[in-house]
C-alpha cells in the first residue's frame, strides 16, 4: 500500500513560485509512475505533470509547460512540484498520486491508484 502526504501548499500573488512535496512510502513497483493533480472548484480534476520513475522521464500540460517542474529526491521518497510564474488560474487544490507502470505510456493514462489528501494552492492578483 502506497502513502502519499503532500505539503508545501499556501497563498501567494502573481508571479509568485512554490515548491509542493509530497512524502511517498510503499512498494516500490506500486509508484513507478507519479503525478501532480489539481482541481479547482467546478472543473475537472487536471493532471499537470507526470514523472516515469525507472526512465526519469517527465510530461507536462500545455497549461503549466515552461512552469511547473516536477522531480523526485535521490532516494525516490519525495515528489517535488516547483512552480513558477503562478498565474490566478493555477488555483486549485492539489493532489499526488502513484501507480504501477503497466507499458509504455501507461504513466499518461488515467487512472492513478494512489492519492495523497491535498494541498491547496491560492494565487491572488
Known amino acids: 500500500q502506497v502513502q502519499l502526504v503532500e505539503s508545501g501548499g499556501g497563498s501567494v500573488q502573481t508571479g509568485g513560485s512554490l515548491k509542493l512535496s509530497c512524502a511517498v512510502s510503499?512498494?516500490?513497483?506500486?509508484?513507478?509512475?507519479m503525478a501532480w493533480y489539481r482541481q479547482a472548484p467546478g472543473k475537472e480534476r487536471e493532471r499537470v505533470a507526470t514523472?516515469?520513475?525507472?526512465?526519469?522521464?517527465?510530461d507536462y500540460a500545455d497549461s503549466v509547460k515552461a512552469r511547473f517542474t516536477i522531480s523526485l529526491d535521490n532516494g525516490y521518497n519525495t515528489l517535488y512540484l516547483k512552480m513558477n510564474s503562478l498565474k490566478p488560474e493555477d488555483t486549485a487544490m492539489y493532489y499526488c498520486a502513484s501507480k504501477p507502470w503497466a507499458h509504455v505510456g501507461s504513466c499518461l493514462q488515467d487512472p492513478y491508484t494512489y492519492w495523497g489528501q491535498g494541498t491547496q494552492v491560492t494565487v491572488s492578483s
Open positions: 514523472i516515469y520513475i525507472g526512465a526519469g522521464n517527465t
Open positions: 510503499g512498494p516500490g513497483y506500486e509508484r513507478a509512475c
